[in-house]
């Protein structure tokens, strides 16, 4: 045996129960489990309403106690997550039902973690309590949007208001029980969303198959959603829109081949984390107040070309895959195709219009070194992230 050879060795969490396909949601009152008979169903003020609404109500005929919790807000505080775990406490809610985006899902998954925890949310955050999730109410997320992978992941995002630090809570046992993706939740998604959203899904495809740590099985995950974003998200840039036509409803396959890729992914950057676009969207977005799918968007293109060196015959993979018709794919081409499919969806290549200025940069430094950051496959010095940074003023 070669005493060189390194052996991978890896642990999967995923949902126990992962259901996908259009109209899915509706099986929601039969997949969980006979024992449950309160629920807290936590969504959107707006966007999930109607949603939220009909799967409650399917809930209610089921024979359940349901209540639904809308106040959620668009990047969740940990203030925000007591205030939902107190509902799940005051109601004795028995399972948590999630239905939104991502931000919904993070909150009402970190509120049923905590909900029978002591001490607030921000202990944990900050560290000063170890978090060690071992019993919760039964844990349901059904995603609105095709984007954060949420449904997938071991964690939620976070931004404390006071310090404007956004990082993660996570634990193995803040695991969805189940996860129903249906594209026909998606359906009403406006065309800005859907972008950002999908865009940032893209990048988390993409980060996660050129992660060092990734192994067979992240990657095959990882390739097949980048694949399907890809082609979903071009198709946007070969018809013309108006934002009049907003909300808009493209097809059916396109819905189904977002929300699919958007899963994939998740359960592929679950286990195999993510990269610098990600690692500098935190503290850019909490910062400047850009939402989270338009920070990956603008930053994907300078840090892909920064990780070129270290990631090229892994961005040739991409290349061939996205473009199977051109003659010999490779990083550049990938790299093309890429800033190609960025113009063509009017995303900036700038953050100006969000006001990133000089005084801004020592904060986005200090505030980047997470485990996204760490796990870039090209290492990031402080003067590397300014540089690339100051590109984008």
Known sequence: MDPDRIFPSFTIHTPRDIVFGRGKSALLPSLLPASVKRVLVVSGRH???????????????SGREVRIFAETMAEPSPGAVDTASAAVRAWGADAVVAIGGGSVIDTAKAAAALARLDGSCIEYFKGS???????RPFFAALPTTSGTGAEMTNNSVL???????????????MTADLAVV??????????GVTVASGLDALVQAVEAFVSPKGTDYTRALSKAAACKLYGALKSLT???????????????GFRVDMAEGSMLAGMAFAHAGL???????????????????????ILMLPVFQFNMNVCGRLYGE???????????????LFIAAMRELSLGLGVPDHLRDYALSEEHLPFIVANCRSNSMKNNP????????????RSLI
């Open 182 to 191: 249906d594209p026909d939740l998606t359906m009403n998604c406006p065309r």
């Open 318 to 332: 991409l290349a061939h895959a996205f473009l199977p018709k051109e003659d010999r794919p490779d990083a550049a």
């Open 378 to 389: 090209e290492p990031m010095s402080d003067e590397q992230v300014e540089t690339l940074l």
């Open 47 to 61: 966007a999930a309403g109607a949603e939220a609404k009909t799967i409650a109500d399917a809930l209610t005929a």
């Open 275 to 297: 990269g610098a676009v990600h690692g500098l969207a935190h503290p850019v977005g909490s910062l400047l107040h850009v939402p989270h799918g338009v920070s990956c968007a």
């Open 159 to 173: 931004t404390d208001p006071a310090t404007m630090i956004k990082k993660s809570i996570r634990h193995p046992g």
């Open 238 to 252: 070969l018809e013309p829109w108006k934002p009049a036509a907003d909300p808009f409803m493209p097809d059916a």
């Open 129 to 135: 309590r170890e978090l060690n999730v071992t019993d």
